[in-house]
Nanobody, 124 residues
């Protein structure tokens, strides 16, 4: 059974930092793209960032560029999201997602496996 488990969420003041982790089990995702999405209160889930299998190719939505960094540890089957200079508008439930292939997609329908999410709250 494939599982993705996110950790690292919490409450932080604006300007602060958090690092989210996602541990995958049940299969290896070394040859697949992985991503982070988020759902803010009252809004639809949105793409945040993805990382391809080579760990070099990454992509971010404009609102987090320069502040967030996605990375992965292939050997540990984990993906991370370092979030710096957090803003109140970053408040959301953050989800880890894994594709079956190395597509590097921004579309949530392309990701087959999902975690339960971790809450990030940024106070002003």
């Amino acid at each position: 059974q494939v599982q993705l488990v996110e950790t690292g969420g919490g409450l932080v003041q604006a300007g602060g930092s958090l690092k989210l982790s996602c541990a995958a089990s049940g299969r290896t995702f070394s040859a697949a793209a992985m991503a982070w999405f988020r759902r803010a209160p009252g809004k639809e889930r949105e793409f945040v960032a993805f990382i391809r299998q080579n760990t070099v190719r990454t992509y971010y939505i404009d609102s987090v560029k320069g502040r967030f960094t996605i990375s992965r540890d292939i050997a540990k089957n984990m993906v991370f999201l370092q979030m710096n200079s957090l803003k109140p508008e970053d408040t959301a439930v953050y989800y880890c997602a894994a594709d079956r292939w190395d597509r590097g997609s921004q579309l949530d329908r392309d990701y087959v496996y999902w975690g339960q999410g971790t809450q990030v709250t940024v106070s002003s």
